[in-house]
């Protein structure tokens, strides 16, 4: 079965992710395409480093040719923003992305944009993901890759120049080229090390990369930029005496930091950052969009600048459309995610580093000074992360406990509020816990943020407790 969630179709390769499931899913959005009369545009396709990732978008690119559809393949291991960016770029209606972004090595999958470069919205993914789970396999034709490319129904394209540019063009280069910053980036053997290696070495800052060669297995660990997983970035950032670790993960739309101190910079963190420097040193003027899982601290910064916050549900898709209706400054999620106004519709790890660096330079402090004006204005806020894998029975017992019955423990603080947009959330007088079932992964999230990391973990293990899961 094809099953879309908050990230695209994610799946086991030789499993659920197989040549045959992704030739019905390319056939049911050909059908799609002509459907809404936009099968004479192009169909942009982009693949990162995953095993089978360049084969998948060929298979896909065979059914597509097949169906009378142009398609513009990228012919290189590409960030998924760039596949965005290529989809606005050349004005497509669709696009898609071969990655399972930061899952296990054993996934791979599909992201499915939309015209200007948007994550695809629930509607259209369920929709393509029924259609496809209902195609016969013997309806599905294909003209073999190298014979689509000779005909032209194919095209092999490299947007990599105009992509960076737009990047280039969006920052401040020249304060960037007069702080000679040291940096060490880790692609976390993803695809961002040409993206980010050439942007910041045109600034002419000094950069270390650390795990950028091709390996399917990650390494071994999971490619997501967290703390249990960017040890080795925390020890280059300290041996080089570098003023910021900047890690991507597997397909280079989400971001995780190390500071000039070593100490890993929280999602949260980034994003309060990003958007107190656009208002504060950039003069910039909107609104800020976060889900439901992400801090209030941005809250509480864009009170300070008469400016609102608005809370939409998990999945960058509803990040994006929050920006859109209010015309936010900034939107972004506590998994490392975010997007700037004036960029793509998308989530962009590249994007949002380069940001980050003429932050550096504009404000000429260290990232550590930087948080602690933050803390010192509108007070501390830390978030305390754990999750659960689960099967059926254990999310069929816990969603009619917390979704039906809505039954929540006895927390040691008052409630002052509960919020079921998305999962179970509890708010408190200074803090709030949500607990939910992750949109990518079989698994529950739990996170909590109080002032004190003590009364965030605490009150973790209250839920915990509660829902009879383990805590270590």
Known sequence: MISFGTGGWRAIIGDEFTKANLQRLTYALAQRMKREDVQD????????????????????????????????????????????????????????????????????????????GRDAVETVTNELGDAANQVDLKDVKIIPYRKAIDSGLVQEINPQNQYLDAIIR????????????????DPMYGVSRTSLQTILLTARCDVNIIHE????????????????????????????????????????DRLGIIDDKGQFVHPNQILVLLYY???????????????????????????????KCYEVPVGFKHISAGMQEHNAVIGGESSGGLTVRGHIHGKDGIYAATLLVEMLSVTGKKMSELMREIYDEFGTAYMSEFDWPFDQEIKDKLQKLLMVDK??????????????????????????IIARFSGTEPRLRVFCEMPTRGEAERLTRVMAEFLELPMA
């Open 41 to 116: 545009k192009s169909f942009c396709i982009g693949y990162d480093r995953r095993f089978l990732s360049r084969e998948a978008a060929e298979w896909s690119a065979e059914v597509m040719a097949a169906e009378g559809v142009h398609v513009l393949l990228i012919n290189r291991e590409a960030p998924t923003p760039l596949i965005m960016f290529t989809v606005q770029y050349y004005g497509l209606d669709y696009g898609m992305a071969v990655t399972a972004s930061h899952n296990p090595a054993l996934y791979n999958g599909v992201k499915l944009f939309t015209k200007g």
């Open 170 to 185: 969006g920052v401040n280069m020249d304060a960037i080229r007069s702080r000679n910053l040291q940096i060490v980036l």
């Open 213 to 252: 060669r091709h390996d399917t297995l990650f390494g071994g660990r999971l490619p997501a930029p967290n703390m249990e997983t960017l040890g080795a970035l925390q020890a280059a950032v300290l041996e080089n005496h570098a003023d910021i670790g900047i890690a991507t993960d597997g397909d280079a």
């Open 277 to 307: 420097y656009l208002l504060k040193y950039k003069n910039w003027h909107g609104p800020a969009v976060r889900n439901i899982a992400t801090t209030h601290l941005l809250d509480r910064v864009a009170e300070s600048f008469g400016e």
């Open 407 to 432: 039954k929540l423990p006895a927390f040691p603080v008052p409630v002052v509020g509960t919020n079921y947009m998305d999962g179970c959330k509890v708010l408190f007088e200074k803090g709030w």
